[in-house]
């Protein structure tokens, strides 16, 4: 089971007890991409001075943010540049100087497959949220569930790798999002916002206006994409590049995405780069939204989760166990995680694809999540 950590308080305040809780999970993270990095050919004192100077980019983008990280270092013991790497790597890559690109491309082999269904689809009339999210398999062991409560702004549940600020995830004013790998040839060498942060803007968010400006007015460094939801029924799908912005509404009340440009538009203005990583992307969100087509107007989270755990194209499936990835390093579904953002419940599963059993957790419970059957 994942580790879960409950945060509360002033943006200091958080980031002191998150960095004090999670602290042997960050040193374990910092340790893993040190490595990670330096296979690569850069000095891990390089990417913390850098890590740094980029410091400086968040601050300008959210204040409470960069409090946190300096809290969140200043508890693990940690230095600051060290906790930017990790929720800066793509960033870090992109903009660590001329050398980046061949890295960078090695580095970000991140696959994974969404999904909303909203309340015309589902069986109680509720908004259902959730994702399989791919990435190096040793990160399994660095991820927590952690509960996010603000002195000002809504309560969060998120899934995080320990020392970044969010990935996936909802809040209690019923907003929740996921995120996909993108990837154009233009990414390299801008320092934007880093997804971690946009992600948690989203998050903070009290309404849909605000966790639609969220992104629509981010400076991006490089190209995501980026799924919210909220709990009364609406939803939109945004494939953002640096440059551009493009937008997908839900049909059928579904919407589905794995990692490659789904909109017209996009497919028209970029090359596609993310299909020479996973080219599986293009059966992955077909697989997902037939799927869930099959059960339209009477699904519920188990149908997510049977959706999730399709192993068509093993190894390369949208459940899929350890498989060499780019650059080497080995690439698993590290957790399917089910939001139905209606009622604030979040069921997650660490390494779905050796049969782990999934955690629920409510927003409404300080409790950690309980084991589902």
């Known amino acids: 089971m994942f580790p879960f950590i409950c945060i509360r308080g002033s943006a200091e305040?958080?980031?002191?007890?998150?960095?004090?809780?999670?602290?042997?999970?960050?040193?374990?993270?910092?340790?893993?991409?040190?490595?990670?990095?330096?296979?690569?050919?850069?000095?891990?004192?390089d990417i913390v001075q850098i890590g740094v100077n980029f410091a400086a980019t968040i601050r300008d983008f959210d204040r409470d943010m960069y409090l946190e990280l300096c809290a969140?270092?200043?508890?693990?013991?940690?230095?600051?540049?060290?906790?930017?790497?990790?929720?800066?790597r793509t960033e870090l890559l992109y903009g660590a100087g001329s050398t980046s690109a061949a890295a960078a491309t090695d580095l970000s082999g991140e696959g994974c497959t969404g999904a909303i269904a909203l309340p015309g689809a589902t069986a109680n009339g509720h908004t259902l949220h959730g994702q399989n999210w791919d990435w190096r398999s040793e990160s399994a062991d660095i991820t927590i569930v952690l509960r996010i409560e603000p002195d000002d702004g809504p309560t969060v549940l998120t899934l995080v790798e320990a020392g970044t600020l969010a990935r996936c995830g909802l809040n209690d004013a019923g907003i929740a999002v996921t995120g996909n790998f993108l990837k154009t040839a233009s990414e390299q060498g801008r320092m934007g916002i880093p997804a971690p942060f946009?992600?948690?803007?989203?998050?903070?968010?009290?309404?849909?206006?605000?966790?639609?400006?969220?992104?629509?007015?981010?400076?991006?460094?490089?190209?995501?994409?980026?799924?919210?939801?909220?709990?009364?029924?609406?939803a939109v799908d945004f494939e953002a590049t640096p440059e551009r912005l493009f937008w997908l509404r839900a049909e059928r009340d579904l919407l589905v995405h794995s990692n490659h440009f789904l909109s017209p538009a996009a497919q028209v203005a970029y090359d596609d780069h993310a299909l020479h990583v996973t080219p599986d992307s293009l059966y992955r969100d077909a697989r997902v939204r037939r799927l869930l087509e099959g059960r339209h107007g009477d699904l519920g989270e188990s149908d997510f989760i049977e959706a999730f755990a399709d192993r068509y194209g093993a190894p390369y499936a949208i459940?899929?166990?350890?498989?060499?990835?780019?650059?080497?390093?080995?690439?698993?579904?590290?957790?399917?995680?089910v939001m139905d953002v209606t009622a604030g419940r979040l069921l997650v599963a660490k390494t779905p694809y050796a049969g782990a059993k999934f955690q629920a957790f409510d927003l409404g419970s300080l409790e950690p999540g309980q084991d589902v059957a």
Not at 73 to 85: K, M, Q, T
Not at 214 to 233: K, L, P, T
Not at 319 to 337: I, K, M, N, Y
């Open 13 to 45: 305040e958080r980031g002191f007890s998150y960095g004090s809780q999670a602290s042997w999970l960050i040193e374990q993270a910092i340790d893993g991409y040190a490595q990670s990095f330096a296979e690569r050919g850069f000095a891990w004192g």
């Open 72 to 88: 969140i270092a200043e508890g693990a013991g940690r230095h600051l540049g060290e906790v930017v790497a990790l929720n800066a």
């Open 198 to 234: 946009i992600r948690r803007k989203v998050l903070m968010s009290n309404n849909m206006h605000d966790a639609m400006h969220a992104v629509i007015c981010s400076e991006r460094s490089f190209s995501i994409n980026v799924m919210i939801s909220d709990g009364q029924g609406e």
């Open 319 to 337: 459940c899929r166990a350890p498989v060499e990835g780019p650059g080497g390093d080995q690439s698993a579904t590290l957790a399917t995680v």
